[in-house]
């Protein structure tokens, strides 16, 4: 089966730092686009990174622009979330997601299929 485990989730400061780590088995980087979302409670989930593992192409949601970023290690299957600048609109629950599509309209919008989840790690930023 596909898994996607997710880490690095914590407590920080406003203005701190995490690195989030997925590690993907079941799928083949080079062939498939992979990324993040997340989920706040009271709001719609919210997709926030995508690398497309067979050019390199980055994607970022509005919100996170210029903090996040994304890198990926094929050889490992394994894709990171660098957040710096951190905010406490930042807490959620951060899913790593595989198969993100990017939609340039009103900004930059990044979707995922449903079935492509893994278990979230837990972000949380104090102010």
């Known amino acids: 089966d596909v898994q996607l485990q997710a880490s690095g989730g914590g407590l920080v400061q406003a203005g701190g730092s995490l690195r989030l780590s997925c590690a993907a088995s079941?799928?083949?980087?080079?062939?498939?686009?992979i990324g993040w979302l997340r989920q706040a409670p009271g709001k719609e989930r919210e997709g926030v990174s995508c690398?497309?593992?067979?050019?390199?192409?980055?994607y970022y949601a509005d919100s996170v622009e210029g903090r996040f970023t994304i890198s990926s290690d094929d050889a490992k299957n394994t894709v990171y979330l660098q957040m710096n600048s951190l905010k406490p609109e930042d807490t959620a629950v951060y899913y790593c997601?595989?198969?993100?599509?990017?939609?340039?309209?009103?900004?930059?919008?990044?979707?995922?299929?449903?079935?492509?989840w893994g278990q979230g790690t837990q972000v949380t930023v104090s102010s």
């Open positions: 997601a595989a198969h993100c599509t990017v939609v340039r309209a009103r900004g930059t919008t990044i979707r995922f299929p449903d079935d492509y």
């Open positions: 690398i497309d593992t067979s050019d390199g192409d980055t």
């Open positions: 079941g799928l083949t980087f080079g062939a498939y686009a």
